[in-house]
């Protein structure tokens, strides 16, 4: 189905997009001094450290995950294995600096999993079109494509209807921020792509008929997709689920009739998958600590037009040719299924609404594809070529602009992109004094950052894993403001079962209180940046 000569280009081009994508990092590497150390990341920063005390966890031995953003007593749960298994590996590197260690292990896999994704992606547009051309530019599309945010910030409006630009932030909508930040989506959205192409054959579609056993066997191998899947990200697999009864519906539609056998092949690959959403939902309706957590993690959609600003122009395209392509003998009736299905997912009564968008580009981008390139074959060159240009001019400039934008803000070696040297050795001496339930209070954004070096707990740090994240920043205001009493403090510190305190820059701009002179605190470290003071019981 594809030739080496292929695969050669779709290699080619994956290096290419994931180069583009990696070109912030090498500046912001490039730029760190002695006084000023890169943290490691340029988009996400405040999630990028929380990756990293994830994978910090699995480094230090856990095989369950615990918020590490938050005081309260909470039970470990299966949640981000994929961080602590990376943080096992990190750990097996050689090297000193452990949280070095844990940076470059991330970046290897954003660019391994980043090229599985792409290779991925590439097979599966394979067996939805024989047409190379096609293949190609869908795959342009999908790689390195965005929406019209880029229009909205030329315009002058990056804030239009009380939203950013959905392809500036939705990772689950546009690849291209997948290959920028975020590997774990990689790998997910690889295996929803493959549990699809599973699927199908399960269905015997774009394929010989299969026996009853061969159908079981592969309905079991996307059921298996879904779970390893979920155990990424759980709430993929309702998405995996509504995708296939999409199609289902779809594929009844075209045959008059309720496709009894391909609804039983989806049904066992649900059943395989189905442990993993019962498990989040009973951890996340169950435990107070993660339920709250559920509660903060709030990412709703935005106003509809967002999304046409984000998707329009493939959507466009989709749309023009939907017809023909429901008409034709391919599965391209799938693809169809799975976009008439997100704008119903991403208004569900669901915390994190737009990230049910998850992978619908890759079935816009090869309709859109398709549509471009059946309207250009039939026109003059130069008209084809217009049309082609045109749908890239309007496709690529939003990525082009994030890159570049990133890279131009590197060149200050602003915080919290860069962390103090200082603050950093003042970390590691903390690390090596400290228990995993040890809780470390500090303003939010020193406390975003220290447990991606020390093996401890932030009293707050993290917008949604941290439980009643507003009131704890105030609390620690209140700690920080002079006028506060000794007796308040020290309740709070009892309250929460602090265990240290940290105060530098951050602490400093919160209040002025200096934490030297209280007698429960005794001055334990201290350099030109930050001071470390242990609790006195």
Not at 33 to 49: I, K, P
Not at 346 to 357: E, G, K
Request: glycine share 8%.
């Amino acid at each position: 189905m594809v030739d080496a000569r292929e695969w050669r280009w779709a290699i080619a081009a994956s290096a290419a997009a994931l180069l583009l994508a990696s070109l912030p990092y090498l500046v912001g590497w490039g730029l760190q001094t002695d006084e000023l150390r890169f943290g490691g990341f340029v988009y996400a920063v405040e999630d990028g450290y929380s990756y990293l005390a994830k994978m910090r966890q699995g480094a230090e031995g856990a095989w369950l995950f615990h918020i590490a953003y938050t005081p309260e007593p909470h039970p470990g749960a299966l949640f981000f294995p994929f961080h602590l298994l990376l943080g096992k590996l990190a750990a097996r590197l050689p090297g000193a600096d452990l949280t070095a260690r844990l940076v470059c292990t991330y970046h290897a896999a954003r660019l391994l999993l980043g090229a599985v994704l792409l290779l991925t992606a590439y097979r599966f547009l394979a067996a939805f079109t024989a047409q190379l051309a096609v293949r190609r530019l869908a795959f342009l599309l999908l790689a390195c494509g965005g929406g019209l945010g880029w229009l909205l910030v030329a315009l002058g409006q990056p804030g239009w209807l009380g939203s950013l630009p959905l392809d500036f932030i939705l990772p689950e909508g546009f690849t291209f921020l997948v290959l920028y930040a975020f590997p774990h989506i990689a790998l997910a959205r690889a295996l929803l792509l493959w549990s699809i192409l599973f699927l199908l054959r399960a269905w015997s579609i774009g394929a010989r008929p299969a026996s009853p056993s061969a159908s079981l066997r592969w309905a079991a191998l996307a059921g298996i997709a879904w779970l390893l899947m979920g155990l990424i990200v759980p709430f993929y697999v309702p998405v995996a689920w509504a995708v296939a009864g999409a199609m289902w519906l779809a594929l009844s539609a075209r045959k008059w009739q309720p496709a009894w056998r391909e609804a039983g092949a989806a049904a066992l690959a649900a059943l395989f998958s189905a442990p993993i959403v019962a498990y989040s939902v009973w951890i996340f309706t169950t435990d107070p600590v993660y339920a709250a957590w559920s509660a903060q993690n709030r990412i709703l959609s935005p106003h509809p037009l967002h999304y046409l600003a984000a998707f329009g122009v493939p959507l466009t395209l989709t749309v023009a040719t939907a017809h023909r392509v429901w008409r034709a003998d391919g599965p391209g009736w799938a693809a169809l299924a799975w976009i008439a299905v997100v704008p119903l997912l991403v208004y569900l009564p669901f915390n994190l609404q737009r990230r049910l968008v998850e992978g619908v580009q890759v079935p816009l981008s090869l309709l859109a594809a398709q549509a471009v390139l059946s309207v250009a074959a039939t026109a003059p060159a130069v008209r084809r070529a217009a049309a082609l240009a045109a749908l890239l001019a309007l496709s690529l400039p939003t990525n082009a602009l994030l890159v570049g934008g990133n890279c131009l803000t590197l060149l200050p070696r602003p915080a919290p992109v860069f962390r103090d040297a200082n603050e950093l050795t003042a970390l590691d001496w903390l690390s090596g004094q400290t228990r995993p339930d040890d809780v470390v209070l500090a303003a939010y954004e020193t406390g975003n950052y220290l447990p991606a070096r020390v093996g401890a707990r932030a009293f707050v740090g993290h917008g949604p894993e941290s439980v009643r994240v507003d009131e704890k920043r105030m609390l620690v205001a209140r700690f920080f403001d002079a006028t506060t009493s000794d007796d308040w403090r020290q309740d709070l510190l009892a309250t929460y079962g602090v265990d240290w305190l940290l105060w530098g820059p951050a602490e400093r701009a919160v209040g002025d209180f200096d934490p030297r002179t209280a007698l429960y605190l005794q001055p334990a470290y201290q350099n030109d940046t930050l001071t470390i003071l242990r609790v006195i019981e």
